[in-house]
């Protein structure tokens, strides 16, 4: 500090600032806690955290796990929103924990996080992902063509590319799917995230099995099980238009037939 | 983050009494009502779905005519309700066109109903028994409403006894 240009003496006030603690608030965390090693019954616990508001829900579970109670379970890697491992819900709505800031969902009432819904739980926030990665691979979710493999890579204009550009942002968190309706009623249902990925294969123009998939998607349990309830589209946060994708492939459905 | 953060955690609901599960006797995970595995859904390979919900779209919008069109006639235009009566329905039905609105009406609204509540079966029964004990309901009650329907409207006599 002994240089006393503006801007360190700028800093210092900062760092004055935010050593007193002042810009710090209490939150309430809600978690719903499940140890099937424990208990059989999952239950609401309550942590009272001193969190700066600027902070996302993932900080306040470290702080949790870290600080508190080592046995909280949960998945991350990223925490940027890219590997799509910490889906869940909170205060009733599916996020990512790691995109949501505690000054954006009123942190003056406690904050509810629970795991996302329709699939088994298998301990505090992890659920058991099969079913749903089952769900994707059903719609062969990779490039599929016929004759011989090109010596040089498959070209595409930029109109095709764009065709399908906004369904190759998912990051299968399966926020999607686990917020919707049908999916939750019995888990049949392809679900939005299977369709969105089915969706990215069908529009490639570089692609040549989008028959294949289409005809799997037209089966019962595929996209005219959708009752465009838009949950999925509300959901992604990777502002995919979710129920979009899915009645342009029930539109592609529609146009094949007739 | 300063270590000495004033915490306190609150155990809101604590979990059943003397405790059975341990690491080596875990309790059942927390299933949904049911769980897709590698045999589910069954391919059908049919076109049934599709033409399911083309029919509730087209068939509804016929119906917005037709259902509305009704509701004025029979229950606001010339006196409401009131007029309504073994000479009235007698009067219309002399007419093929109000015949075949009528006969439109009912097999389009029960079809689409039914169509509709096949849709809540399978969404809301958890049990496969259950679910084909609602079917065959259902279907059994569409049937015979949509036949009879379709024998009066047809075998109408006015001058019943
Ligand atoms: C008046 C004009 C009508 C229109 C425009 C209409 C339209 C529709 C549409 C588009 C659906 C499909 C919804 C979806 O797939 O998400 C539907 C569902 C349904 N409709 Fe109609 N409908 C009409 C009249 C009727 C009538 C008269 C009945 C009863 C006989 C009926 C009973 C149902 C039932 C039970 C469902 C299923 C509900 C569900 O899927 O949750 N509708 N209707
Ligand atoms: S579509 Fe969006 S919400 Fe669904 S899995 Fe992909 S990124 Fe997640
Ligand atoms: S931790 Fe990777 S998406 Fe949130």
């Given at each position: 500090?002994?240089?006393a240009?503006?801007?360190?003496?700028?800093s210092?006030?900062?760092?004055?600032?935010?050593?007193?603690?002042a810009?710090?608030?209490?939150?309430?965390?809600?978690?719903?806690?499940y140890?099937?090693?424990?208990?059989?019954?999952?239950?609401?616990?309550?942590?009272?955290?001193?969190?700066?508001?600027?902070?996302?829900?993932?900080?306040?579970?470290?702080?949790?796990?870290?600080?508190?109670?080592?046995?909280?379970?949960f998945?991350?890697?990223?925490?940027?929103?890219?590997?799509?491992?910490?889906?869940?819900r909170?205060?009733?709505?599916?996020r990512?924990?790691?995109?949501?800031?505690?000054k954006d969902?009123n942190?003056?009432?406690?904050?509810?996080?629970?795991?996302i819904?329709?699939?088994?739980?298998?301990?505090?926030?992890?659920?058991?992902?099969?079913?749903?990665?089952?769900?994707?691979?059903?719609?062969?979710?990779?490039l599929?063509?016929k004759g011989?493999?090109?010596?040089?890579?498959r070209?595409?204009?930029?109109?095709?590319?764009?065709?399908?550009?906004?369904?190759?942002?998912?990051?299968?968190?399966a926020?999607?799917?686990s917020?919707?309706?049908?999916?939750w009623?019995d888990?049949?249902y392809?679900?939005?995230?299977?369709?969105?990925?089915?969706?990215?294969?069908?529009?490639?123009?570089?692609?040549?099995?989008?028959?294949?998939?289409?005809?799997?998607?037209?089966d019962?349990?595929?996209?005219?099980?959708?009752?465009?309830?838009?949950?999925?589209t509300?959901?992604?946060?990777?502002?995919?238009?979710?129920?979009?994708?899915?009645?342009?492939?029930?539109?592609?459905l529609?146009?094949?037939?007739? | 983050?300063?270590?000495?953060?004033?915490?306190?955690a609150?155990?809101?609901?604590?979990?059943?009494?003397?405790?059975?599960?341990?690491?080596?006797?875990?309790?059942?995970?927390?299933?949904?009502?049911?769980?897709?595995?590698?045999?589910?859904?069954?391919?059908?390979?049919?076109?049934?779905?599709?033409?399911?919900?083309?029919?509730?779209r087209?068939?509804?919008?016929?119906?917005?005519?037709l259902?509305?069109?009704?509701?004025?006639?029979?229950?606001?235009?010339?006196g409401?309700?009131?007029?309504?009566?073994?000479?009235?329905?007698?009067?219309?039905?002399?007419?093929?066109?109000?015949q075949?609105?009528?006969l439109?009406?009912?097999?389009?609204?029960?079809?689409?109903g039914?169509?509709g509540?096949?849709?809540v079966?399978?969404?809301y029964?958890?049990?496969?028994?259950?679910?084909?004990?609602?079917?065959?309901?259902?279907?059994?009650a569409?049937?015979?409403?949509?036949?009879?329907?379709?024998?009066?409207?047809?075998?109408f006599?006015?001058?019943?006894?």
């Amino acid at each position: 500090m002994s240089t006393a240009t503006v801007d360190n003496n700028h800093s210092a006030a900062l760092d004055a600032a935010e050593s007193t603690d002042a810009h710090l608030i209490t939150v309430t965390l809600r978690v719903r806690r499940y140890n099937p090693e424990v208990s059989d019954q999952a239950s609401w616990v309550d942590y009272k955290l001193e969190m700066d508001p600027k902070e996302r829900v993932l900080d306040a579970l470290h702080k949790i796990k870290w600080e508190i109670d080592g046995t909280l379970t949960f998945r991350r890697s990223c925490a940027h929103g890219i590997c799509g491992s910490d889906a869940m819900r909170i205060n009733g709505r599916n996020r990512l924990a790691c995109k949501t800031l505690l000054k954006d969902i009123n942190p003056e009432k406690p904050i509810t996080v629970e795991p996302i819904k329709g699939l088994a739980v298998l301990k505090d926030l992890v659920v058991d992902m099969e079913p749903f990665f089952q769900a994707y691979r059903d719609v062969m979710p990779f490039l599929i063509t016929k004759g011989n493999e090109p010596t040089r890579e498959r070209l595409q204009s930029s109109e095709d590319r764009e065709r399908f550009d906004d369904t190759t942002k998912c990051i299968l968190c399966a926020a999607c799917t686990s917020s919707c309706p049908v999916f939750w009623n019995d888990g049949q249902y392809f679900g939005p995230a299977a369709i969105v990925n089915a969706h990215r294969f069908i529009f490639d123009s570089r692609d040549e099995a989008a028959e294949q998939r289409l005809e799997i998607l037209n089966d019962r349990d595929g996209v005219w099980r959708c009752r465009t309830t838009f949950n999925c589209t509300d959901a992604c946060p990777r502002g995919i238009e979710v129920t979009k994708a899915i009645q342009e492939v029930k539109r592609a459905l529609i146009t094949r037939r007739f | 983050m300063s270590a000495d953060t004033p915490v306190d955690a609150v155990e809101l609901t604590s979990t059943s009494g003397a405790s059975a599960f341990s690491p080596d006797n875990p309790a059942p995970v927390i299933e949904p009502p049911r769980a897709r595995t590698k045999r589910t859904p069954r391919a059908t390979r049919t076109n049934f779905e599709l033409y399911g919900w083309l029919f509730m779209r087209l068939s509804g919008i016929v119906l917005v005519v037709l259902v509305l069109g009704h509701l004025l006639i029979q229950l606001v235009l010339d006196g409401g309700v009131s007029k309504i009566g073994f000479a009235f329905v007698a009067g219309r039905w002399a007419n093929p066109f109000w015949q075949l609105w009528d006969l439109t009406m009912l097999w389009l609204a029960m079809l689409h109903g039914a169509n509709g509540l096949r849709t809540v079966i399978n969404d809301y029964a958890e049990r496969d028994a259950t679910r084909s004990w609602l079917k065959a309901l259902l279907y059994t009650a569409t049937a015979f409403t949509v036949l009879l329907g379709t024998l009066v409207i047809f075998t109408f006599d006015p001058n019943i006894q």
